[in-house]
């Protein structure tokens, strides 16, 4: 069966060859560049900056001192995104959060109006497992995760 399909391919192919014309081939002339019709000029949408609501300010040690815009104060996954962000690959981190850039301490210890302006405060320690994630009672009243 296997020598009788080869060998019907083979004829195939053959045949195929030896009904081709025999004429001669030439080059293809080449043709002057034709002018390109009048373009209608098309208005590209410049890419919207995405400015992300929250900014690392400054770090001190395993502290770390972020904005959050007030339009955005209450959206707790702009929080996360944060920490997510700011403790990227770090085994031990804490990230404290203001809507008052103003009363972000520049060092510690804060005072105690930076403290009380504080919106949320993140603590983590891979070594102990630690995750907790505190809110100021004005975003959350519960008081098992505000202060």
């Known amino acids: 069966m296997r020598i009788f399909i080869a060998t019907t391919l083979a004829s195939l192919v ?3 060859c030896s009904q081709q014309s025999a004429q001669p081939t030439t080059a293809p002339v080449a043709t002057p ?16 900056a995405s400015a992300q609501p929250w ?11 972020v904005y ?12 996360r ?6 403790c990227a690959g770090k085994n031990i981190c804490q ?21 009380s302006a504080k919106v949320a405060h993140w ?13 100021s009672c004005k975003i959350v009243n519960d008081p098992s995760e505000c202060f």
Request: charged share 20%; proline share 7%; glycine share 4%.
């Open 14 to 16: 053959v045949l195929g």
């Open 33 to 48: 560049p034709q002018s390109a019709p009048e373009a209608t000029p098309v208005e590209v949408a410049e890419p919207v």
């Open 55 to 65: 900014k690392l300010v400054h770090s001190q040690g395993l502290m770390n001192f």
């Open 68 to 79: 959050v815009d007030k339009a955005h104060s209450n959206d707790q996954d702009q929080y």
């Open 81 to 86: 995104l944060a920490i997510a962000d700011v």
């Open 95 to 115: 990230v404290m959060f203001w809507n008052d850039e103003a009363l972000i301490p520049k060092q510690l210890p804060m005072s105690d109006a930076q403290d």
């Open 123 to 135: 603590q983590y320690n891979g070594n102990t497992g630690l995750r907790r994630l505190l809110w």
